[in-house]
């Protein structure tokens, strides 16, 4: 006990240098394979996945363990379909109006426009809500903490298990994304952060032929 709580030892497995070495590139060149899609199979995917997949992203670290987010399931074709047309009202208007001409100028190597059929196509959409406080029994509003650090470090966990799962994902950001909370249905101390597609890639499927930072760019080392 400490302070009053449970506490219980943790043991880890550790590995020679050599071996840690090993491990390091393998999955480094495991991770490097992965890539965002656009172009989604509808071929279903058994929901045992998807759960075993949110159950990963709920292990990432949180403030004062909080864990302050929600994941939202989406597979119904009707629900789909309004999330699409909701998404892509606000996306039209960020295409035509909104972005500035360097923003558009930096999307177009990535080959990305208002139209947004994937939502429609993947067999799950996975929406992620941060929740910025927690209700109490008597109504109290209880404070999160480090909210967005923590759910993005979910969403990493989260993308990761996609990767593993052998399947594909989207990291979409419609702005804004308050549709989402009206047609979830969701309380007020959740804000959309991230909308998921989630599901196998098209038969078809293009990704940009973009490169990654070297480590040199990326990294700063204090010896």
Not at 19 to 25: F, G, I, P, S, Y
Not at 32 to 39: G, K, S
Not at 70 to 79: G, I
């Amino acid at each position: 006990m400490i302070n009053g709580y449970p506490f219980k030892q943790y043991t880890k497995e550790s590995f020679t240098a050599a071996v840690m070495d090993e491990r390091a590139a393998d999955f480094y060149n495991w991770m490097n394979e992965r890539r965002t899609c656009r172009d989604f199979s509808d071929k279903p995917i058994p929901k045992t996945v998807i759960e075993a997949i949110l159950k990963a992203a709920g292990t990432a670290p949180s403030g004062a363990h909080k864990q302050p987010w929600t994941f939202c399931v989406v597979s119904n074709t009707q629900l789909k379909q309004q999330i699409r047309a909701a998404a892509e009202k606000e996306e039209y208007e960020s295409y035509t109006n909104r972005m500035t001409d360097e923003w558009l100028k930096d999307l177009k190597p990535i080959g990305t426009d208002w139209e947004k059929p994937f939502l429609e196509t993947a067999p799950y959409l996975i929406v992620v809500f941060k929740r910025s406080y927690e209700f109490k029994a008597n109504g109290y509003k209880h404070q999160n903490y480090y909210v967005t650090e923590s759910v993005g470090l979910a969403c990493g966990f989260l993308l990761t298990a996609i990767h593993n799962a052998g399947l594909v994902a989207l990291t979409h950001t419609p702005s804004p994304m308050n549709f989402l909370c009206k047609l979830l249905n969701r309380p007020e101390n959740e804000k959309p952060f991230l909308l998921i597609p989630v599901g196998y890639p098209a038969n078809e499927c293009w990704v940009p032929d973009l490169q990654r930072k070297h480590l040199e760019e990326i990294a700063v080392f204090f010896e």
